[in-house]
């Protein structure tokens, strides 16, 4: 019996694909360890809690960060995502000719796509080094905060994070790039 290949792309490759438009218009993918994965549509929760953790990161991270709303970030030549909220430091046009390869904070928001958040983008995230990864858990109403990457065996690309915390709706919660600055949990709930 054969076995079937998996072609696996690259970023570079994944971006003339976008730019040629070979992605019909108002079709959502991302490319993930090289699989390019097409992204669920939004229900009207997640979207409002979209916009309200990015309404509350704006103000938490103030000038000189840029929150970013469903835009690529280029984690390694093979993943491409695109995640719900994104702060990076700086300004828009500093990514004017490519997109961030990093970020300050890095956030899910979650409902039907929950253990695939946790288990494979969380891997991802941790692989690539970002310090801190923000899951809005929309079905158990809190949020999920990863800190501090290590390799484990165990994680979906052989990442993941050595602290998880969860807040309920009534917490609130300081962000490693903005400690100065507390975030209510109930900010980022619709």
């Keep these: ?34 699989e390019i994965l097409a992204m669920t549509p939004q229900g009207s929760a997640h979207a ?8 509350a990161l704006r103000s938490a991270f103030g000038p000189g960060c840029d929150v970013r709303v469903q835009m690529p970030l280029a984690l390694d030549p093979s993943s491409e995502p695109e ?7 700086g300004s828009p046009r500093d990514y004017r000719d490519a997109h961030p390869a990093s970020a300050l ?10 253990s ?27 949020l999920e905060v990863h800190r501090d990457p290590i390799r484990q065996a165990d994680g979906h690309y052989g990442w993941g994070y050595r602290t998880v915390e ?25």
């Design 116 to 142: 695939y958040d946790r288990a494979q983008k969380g891997s991802l995230y941790a692989r690539a080094g970002l310090r801190e990864f923000w899951v809005v858990n929309l079905l158990d109403r809190r």
């Design 48 to 55: 409002t809690a979209v916009r309200l953790t990015e309404e």
């Design 166 to 190: 969860h807040y309920a709706s009534g917490d609130s919660l300081f962000p490693l790039a903005a400690p100065q600055s507390r975030v209510a949990v109930a900010d980022l709930l619709p």
């Design 83 to 89: 995640p719900d909220v994104t702060v990076v430091p």
């Design 1 to 34: 019996m054969g076995t079937v290949a998996v072609r696996r792309w690259t970023r570079q490759q994944y971006e003339k694909m976008v730019e040629g438009g070979i992605f019909p218009p108002g079709e959502r993918a991302e490319l993930i360890d090289g």
């Design 105 to 114: 904070l890095v956030v899910e928001v979650s409902d039907t796509t929950l």
